[in-house]
C-alpha cells in the first residue's frame, strides 16, 4: 500500500533511483572503480580528465573518480548505523518518558534539554575533540547529538496514543507495561520516525562531511567526500572540480534522501491519504 | 446482608483543586448489581475510574475497599495487580478500546498472560474457551481476526469474555451497551446478567439509560453534581422516587405514546 502510494510520486522515483544508484556505486566500488583509491603516484598529480583517469587526478595522483566511488561506502554507512542506535535510544528513552511520566519523564527531558541546548555540530566536534578521531567515536558523537530531538518526538506520539482508549483498556485489564509499550504503543511512533530518520540522513552524511573537512572525522587516507573537499582546498584556483565533483556527490546523495524523506511524509500522513480519496472520489463521480 | 465486596467510603474526586466527586458512599454486595445513574458529567464515571486509580491528575481521598483491602494509595505495581484480576471493566463503544494493528488473539492472551504464568498455547486455549462462554459462534475464527473484522456486538461479546476471564470479583460495566443497536444491547445485557450469576461476580453497572437500570439492576444510586443524591432498590427508584432529581430523571425518559404529538 505504502509504497505503491510512495511509487505514485514522481519525485519518489527521482529521489529513491538516486538512492539507489549512489548505493550501488558505493556497494560495488570495488568492482567497478576504474583505479585502487589509494594508490599514490606524484607523477601524475592535479591531472585534468583524461581517457585513464576520467575525473583526473588529485594533489597526490589519485584517481577522483575511484574516490568519489569508495567515498560513500564509509559515509553513508555511518550514516545508517548512526541513524539505527538513535532510532534505537530515542524509542527506549521517548517510551519509557512518556509511558511512565512524572519525575522519570521530567529528568530524561532536561537531559535532552541539555544536549539540544548545544549547537549538534560543535558539541560533536567536542566529543571526537576530546576523545580523539576514529570511526567508533565519530558515531559516537553523530548519536550523541541526534538522540534528544528523536527521543522528543518519540515521547510527544507516546503521550498522544497512550491516551487512546484500547491503551486504556490494556492498563484496566492490569496487562504489564512492556507488553502495552511493545504492542499498542510502539508501533504508532514508527511512521513519525521513519520519516525523521529518512531525512536526517542527509542530516548526518552533511554532518560526517562537515567534520571530515575540518580533519576530525573520517581519517586520510581514506576516501570520503567531505576530506576530499578539504584536500582541494589549496588547489581551488587551479583545479576547482577537486572540489566541485565530492561536494556534487554530497549535494545528490542529500538531495534524494530529502526528497524520498518528504514525499514519505505526505504519503504516511493519515490526512493526505484522506485528501486522495476524496479526489479519487470527486474524480470517479465527474466521469459518472 | 452478606459482607459487602466493595466497599466506597466517603469518596472525593478533584482536578487540580476543583472537586468532581464530593464524598460518595456506597456497598456493592457480592452477586449483586448495582447501577449508578445520572446525566453526563455527575461523576459516575469519575468515581468508577478513580477506584482503579485511573485518573493520573486529580486527587482522590476517601476509602475504597475490595474485600477488605484497601484501594485508595496503592502504588502502581499493587494496583496491576487489582486491575482486571479483582476488577474486571467494560466500556462503551467497544471498537475504540481494541487496538486496531493487533488480533484478538494477541490482545486476549496478553491480559492472561499478565496475571497468569501461561505458556502461549495455554493462553490461547483458555481465550479460546471464554470466548464460547459469550455466544461467539467460531471463536477460532474471531481469535485470528482484527478487530475491525468484527462487530460492535461482536467485540462488546469479546471485552466481555476478556473482562470475565481472569474471574473478577466486581465488574465495572461502564455504558456497556450505549454504543450498540437495541436488539444487541438487548443480548448484551442478557448475557452480562447470566455470566453474573454463573460466576456470582458482583457488578456494578454505569449508565443513564433508565431502561437498561430496570432491567439489570438490583439497587440504584442516583448521581447529581458528583453528588449521591439517592440510593435505593430498582422498585422503589421507579415506584416512590425520593430525591427531586431523580422523580425528573424519570420523567425525562422517552416513553412511546402513540398518537399524542406535542
Redesign the interface.
Known amino acids: 500500500m505504502i509504497i505503491q502510494r510512495l511509487l505514485n510520486h514522481k519525485l519518489a522515483w527521482l529521489g529513491l533511483s538516486l538512492i539507489a544508484i549512489v548505493l550501488l556505486i558505493s556497494l560495488f566500488a570495488p568492482l567497478i572503480a576504474p583505479h585502487d583509491p589509494l594508490a599514490v603516484d606524484l607523477m601524475k598529480k592535479l591531472q585534468p580528465s583524461s581517457t585513464t583517469f576520467p575525473l583526473g587526478t588529485d594533489h597526490l595522483g589519485r584517481c577522483i573518480l575511484s574516490r568519489l566511488m569508495y567515498g560513500g561506502q564509509v559515509s553513508l554507512s555511518i550514516a545508517l548505523i548512526v541513524v539505527m542506535f538513535t532510532t534505537l535510544i530515542s524509542l527506549c528513552v521517548g517510551l519509557v518518558a512518556g509511558y511512565f511520566?512524572g519525575r522519570l519523564d521530567h529528568g530524561l527531558m532536561r537531559l535532552c534539554d541539555v544536549f539540544l541546548a548545544f549547537p549538534s555540530l560543535i558539541l560533536s566536534l567536542a566529543i571526537v575533540g576530546t576523545l580523539g578521531s576514529s570511526i567508533g567515536n565519530l558515531i559516537f558523537a553523530l548519536v550523541a547529538t541526534h538522540w534528544a530531538g528523536y527521543a522528543r518526538i518519540v515521547r510527544s506520539r507516546v503521550l498522544s496514543v497512550k491516551e487512546?482508549?484500547?491503551?486504556?483498556?490494556?492498563?484496566?485489564?492490569?496487562?504489564?507495561s512492556l507488553?502495552i509499550m511493545l504492542?499498542?504503543i510502539l508501533?504508532y511512533t514508527l511512521i513519525e520516525l521513519t520519516v525523521l530518520a529518512t531525512l536526517d540522513i542527509s542530516h548526518i552524511v552533511l554532518h560526517i562531511a562537515g567534520l571530515s573537512f575540518l580533519g576530525l572525522g573520517i581519517q586520510p587516507p581514506t576516501p570520503e567526500w567531505g576530506a576530499m573537499i578539504n584536500d582541494g582546498r589549496e588547489y581551488f584556483r587551479r583545479q576547482p572540480e577537486l572540489m566541485l565533483y565530492p561536494g556534487l556527490m554530497l549535494f545528490l546523495t542529500t538531495l534524494a534522501f530529502n526528497l524520498v524523506g518528504d514525499v514519505l511524509r505526505d504519503v504516511l500522513d493519515p490526512r493526505m491519504e484522506k485528501q486522495m480519496r476524496v479526489k479519487t472520489l470527486k474524480t470517479k463521480l465527474e466521469n459518472g | 446482608m452478606a459482607e459487602a465486596v466493595l466497599t466506597v467510603d466517603q469518596l472525593r474526586v478533584a482536578f487540580s483543586g476543583r472537586s468532581i466527586v464530593h464524598g460518595v458512599t456506597f456497598e456493592l454486595q457480592p452477586g449483586r448489581v448495582l447501577g449508578i445513574i445520572g446525566e453526563s458529567g455527575s461523576g459516575k464515571s469519575a468515581t468508577c475510574l478513580s477506584m482503579l486509580g485511573l485518573l493520573q491528575r486529580a486527587t482522590v481521598e476517601g476509602s475504597v475497599q475490595l474485600a477488605g483491602q484497601e484501594l485508595i494509595g496503592l502504588n502502581a505495581a499493587q494496583l496491576r495487580q487489582i486491575r482486571g484480576r479483582k476488577i474486571g471493566m467494560i466500556f462503551q463503544n467497544p471498537a475504540s478500546f481494541f487496538n486496531p494493528i493487533a488480533t484478538i488473539e494477541q490482545q486476549f492472551t496478553e491480559t492472561l498472560r499478565s496475571h497468569q504464568s501461561l505458556t502461549q498455547t495455554d493462553a490461547q486455549s483458555s481465550a479460546l474457551h471464554h470466548l464460547s462462554t459469550v455466544g461467539l459462534s467460531e471463536p477460532e475464527r474471531v481469535l485470528r481476526q482484527y478487530p475491525f473484522q468484527l462487530s460492535g456486538g461482536m467485540l462488546q461479546r469479546v471485552m466481555i469474555a476478556i473482562a470475565l476471564s481472569l474471574k473478577p470479583q466486581v465488574l465495572i460495566a461502564d455504558e456497556p451497551t450505549t454504543a450498540l443497536d437495541v436488539i444487541t444491547q438487548m443480548q448484551i445485557l442478557r448475557l452480562i446478567q447470566q455470566l453474573q450469576q454463573q460466576t456470582n461476580c458482583a457488578v456494578l453497572l454505569v449508565t443513564h439509560d433508565l431502561g437498561v437500570i430496570a432491567q439489570m439492576a438490583d439497587d440504584v444510586v442516583v448521581m447529581w453534581n458528583g453528588e449521591l443524591v439517592e440510593q435505593t432498590s430498582v422498585n422503589q427508584l421507579f415506584d416512590q422516587p425520593q430525591h427531586a432529581y431523580t422523580r425528573s430523571l424519570l420523567a425525562a425518559r422517552l416513553t412511546p405514546r402513540l398518537g399524542e404529538k406535542r
Open positions: 511520566g487512546s482508549h484500547f491503551v486504556q483498556a490494556a492498563i484496566v485489564s492490569g496487562t504489564r507488553p504492542r499498542h508501533p
